[in-house]
Nanobody, 125 residues
Framework: QVQLVESGGGLVQAGGSLRLSCAASGRTFSSYTMGWFRQAPGKEREFVAAIRWSSRWTYYADSVKGRFTISRDNAKNTVYLQMNSLKPEDTAAYYC??????????????????WGQGTQVTVSS
């Protein structure tokens, strides 16, 4: 069983940066694929980024590629999302997710069975 707790959200001006953290409990965290998703008001939850256990494989949505970086520190049971050059359209609740299963491209919500409670990111123009 893994519990996930996000932090680091807040209000930032367009062009600014934020770093989200997701702290995981559970001794098997290091073997999990971790992902970040986001949901804006009135919209479906969408994939943002994912990282496998070894950090050698990462994947990004086209909308954030080149601006966001996902990383993890298995010793600290934490996954991060560094968000740079933020835009108003990045405003959303951001969710951390984890899965012990292997998927060739883990970008669907159904691929993940552990979720955090979310942290709000608001980007003002």
């Amino acid at each position: 069983q893994v519990q996930l707790v996000e932090s680091g959200g807040g209000l930032v001006q367009a062009g600014g940066s934020l770093r989200l953290s997701c702290a995981a409990s559970g001794r098997t965290f290091s073997s999990y694929t971790m992902g970040w998703f986001r949901q804006a008001p009135g919209k479906e939850r969408e994939f943002v980024a994912a990282i496998r256990w070894s950090s050698r494989w990462t994947y990004y949505a086209d909308s954030v590629k080149g601006r966001f970086t996902i990383s993890r520190d298995n010793a600290k049971n934490t996954v991060y999302l560094q968000m740079n050059s933020l835009k108003p359209e990045d405003t959303a609740a951001y969710y951390c997710a984890g899965t012990a299963s292997y998927y060739s491209l883990p970008i669907r919500q159904d691929d993940y069975n552990y979720w955090g409670q979310g942290t709000q990111v608001t980007v003002s123009s």
